[in-house]
């Protein structure tokens, strides 16, 4: 049944023109993927960066084509833009690295360094799961690379690695020499993710001792490149992740994400105060789901309270970076593996992100 909606959309997009070419954007290779689910419709269209004015008109003829035989599914129309270095996500030959395998030792390094090439090192925590860290940390990532800075982003966060669904990556890393592990890019971000080396569905039963093992032969075994910054999208809570990621590289700060409910709030100071134990500087607070806009009646409501956040910064003498709201539209841009900043440049929460994404720019490590 998809098959056959496939093919009809398909046809009746021939209708549209490229604006550029004079060619309809089915013969003219311009659709990148066209993904029906049982309740959702995804169209991506890759664009250049300078041409996002001129072909965003046909946003609105795309959209039309779908709904009309979207039967009722959700249709989401994505106009994306990748600059013209990117490179491609799919992984590149030999074979993966085993970071099980004992024999695979990481290279010597002292006892706090940065990965070759790293020039900050920030991390993005969460006194506990569900409060957005990781979607947070793929739009501020991206946000980053945008307005022109070298970012990479480790994701860190071992047991739910979301990092390759939300930036659309596909493929494993691979390793050339069985040691140097070559990481995947995709929005302008190079990545690195445990989600990477194992099936999707396929849970990670390890102990500490293993999992600090792959954490640090991420850090030191991956050929990151020269980069402004290494965001680390950590797991939430102050474990070992958090305690080896402390120890073993010269942090220049954490970001912490928490929503504004006191039970959030409550483990968002937890993570602050092992921070401050270890003597790396709180860089800022976010405040996501801070609220949403009903599209019934276009009121701002505050499900989870409102404000705590920043009050919390002030009391830390600390930034507080922004508040991000609840919307559905950054959901959905994350499930199909184009960030928000990216998808929807002008969404008002992809604003909201590059607003923080400037401020972090101007910090000064």
Known sequence: MSDHLNQTIMAELKSVINPKTNIDIVNGKDI??????????????????????????????????????????????????HSKEEKSVKSTSGPPPNLKNPAIKSKEAPAKANPEGVKNVIAIASGKGGVGKSTVASNLAVAM????????????????????????????????????????????VTTMSLGLMIPENESIVWRGPMLMGALQQMLNQVQWGEQDILFVDLPPGTGDVQLT??????????????????VALLDARKGIDMFK??????????????????????????????????????????EFLGELPLDLDTRVASDSGVPIVASQPE??????????????GEFKF
């Open 32 to 81: 990148k993927s066209l993904n029906i689910t049982e309740d959702k419709i995804t169209f991506i269209m890759e664009i250049e960066p300078a041409e996002h004015r001129l072909m965003s008109s046909l946003q609105p003829k795309i959209e039309k084509i779908i709904k009309k035989f979207s039967e009722g599914k959700l249709v989401q129309v994505i106009m994306t833009a």
């Open 145 to 188: 690379a945008a307005k022109g800075k070298k970012i990479a982003l480790l994701d860190a966060d071992v047991y739910g690695p979301s990092q390759p669904r939300m930036l659309g990556l596909s493929g494993r890393p691979s390793s050339p020499d069985g040691k140097i592990i070559l990481p995947l890019r995709n929005h302008g």
């Open 245 to 262: 990621l402390c120890q073993k590289t010269n942090l220049a700060g954490a970001i912490i994400v928490s929503t504004p409910q006191d």
């Open 347 to 360: 969404n008002p929460t992809a604003l909201a992100f590059s607003k923080i994404a400037a401020r972090i």
């Open 277 to 318: 134990r270890l003597n790396i500087p709180i860089l800022g607070l976010i405040e996501n789901m801070s609220s949403f806009v009903c599209s019934g009646c276009g009121m701002t409501h505050h499900p989870f309270s409102n404000g705590s956040i920043e009050e919390e910064a002030k009391k830390l003498k600390t």
